[in-house]
């Protein structure tokens, strides 16, 4: 196919300032990678908190991006998993090195040496990528690109998130209805589970978003649930909202974090925690959620309600994500 020699990237050059349009070089694919026109890519919240400076491992100058929907265009050296003209999908697991304790014992969500697209490799929010062809995902056919796109971190981090809340799950509160919120809610309807949404005091629109994709209860955040719950996802980042949560779950539940980042957890009493309640955070995602995940999605079949962005819209994209007025995913098309 006919590459061109340089393309327009969204480039975050320093942390804390707006992202700058750039004409660069096209990148060359190396061993086992492959180059991709991108078809879209998804703005996350994990995102906002790379600008902000929050997470501090990030390579700069930077190309963010890790929900990109691409087209296979140059193969690399040793690369022929997916053949020239193939769509697939990237996510945040950008490499790992296989070797680590944990690569060694199924956890490669935790591998000492990984890589994360967006973050330490480049990203989507250009007109070109490349791609360890490795943790590329084939997706169905299905998805148009766009809607394709917040299934890469909002569907994967949010199914790991929803699988770890355990399998007695029957009444599942969500606090934070966005972009994650809004694609694990119809797959745990989809399994017979009663949702209860939480969004910020005040957001009906959130709370009738979550009442449109079947949740059984939509309140603010600082209302109690009408009925205890079994386990809770966290998808916003307050910390407070770990313990409120806690306070929300029965005996045995568990309260799973799905966010990279979040503010402080306050302290709160051991007896909030007592009764086997438990508490814990999602770290990133194996290959294998998002087999799982992308296979499933299609099935039930998953909706994902977007908003398009160009590419040279990325910082308005972002800034529309930061006053949470996107309903469903910010994605950006260039
Ligand atoms: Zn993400
Ligand atoms: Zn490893």
């Known amino acids: 196919m006919d590459v061109p020699e340089a393309m327009r990237a969204m480039v975050l050059e320093e942390s804390r300032r707006p992202l700058v349009e750039r004409r660069i070089p096209v990148p060359s694919p190396r061993h086992h990678e492959v180059l991709l026109r991108v078809l ?83 990203g989507g929010y250009a007109e070109y990528t490349v791609a360890d062809e490795r943790y590329c995902f084939p997706l169905d056919a299905d998805y148009a690109d766009a809607h394709a796109a917040p299934l890469m971190c909002a569907g994967l981090i949010g199914y790991r998130t929803y699988r770890l809340c355990g399998d007695h799950t029957e009444k599942l509160g969500i606090y934070g209805f966005g972009a994650a919120a809004h694609i694990v809610a119809q797959i745990a309807r989809h399994e017979g589970k009663q949702i209860y949404a939480f969004t910020s005091p005040g957001d009906t629109e959130a709370q009738e978003f979550a009442r449109s994709l079947g949740a059984v209860w939509a309140g603010g955040s600082d209302e109690k649930p009408p009925e205890t ?106």
């Open 40 to 122: 879209a890519c998804g703005v996350c919240r994990t995102d906002l908190h790379i600008c902000d400076g929050e997470l501090t491992e990030a390579k700069l100058p930077l190309i963010l991006g890790h929900e990109i929907v691409g087209e296979v265009t140059v193969l690399g050296d040793d690369a022929g998993l997916h053949a020239v003209g193939q769509r697939v999908g990237v996510s945040w697991l950008g490499f790992t090195d296989g070797t680590c304790k944990f690569c060694r014992r199924d956890q490669e969500n935790l591998c000492d040496n990984a890589e994360f697209t967006g973050y330490t490799r480049d």
């Open 229 to 334: 719950l079994d386990a809770a996802m966290i998808f916003a980042p307050v910390g407070s909202l770990v313990t409120t949560a806690l306070r929300a779950v029965d005996k045995g539940g568990s309260v799973v974090s799905g966010g990279i980042h979040m503010s402080d957890i306050p302290s709160f009493p051991y007896a909030d925690l007592w009764e086997e309640r438990i508490i814990r955070s999602v770290a990133n995602l194996t290959r294998a959620d998002g087999t799982q995940l992308l296979e499933l999605a299609p099935t039930i079949p998953v909706r994902t309600e977007i908003e398009e962005f160009s590419l040279e819209s990325a910082n308005e994209a972002l800034d529309a994500l930061r006053l949470g007025t996107v309903r469903g995913a910010a994605v950006l098309v260039p």
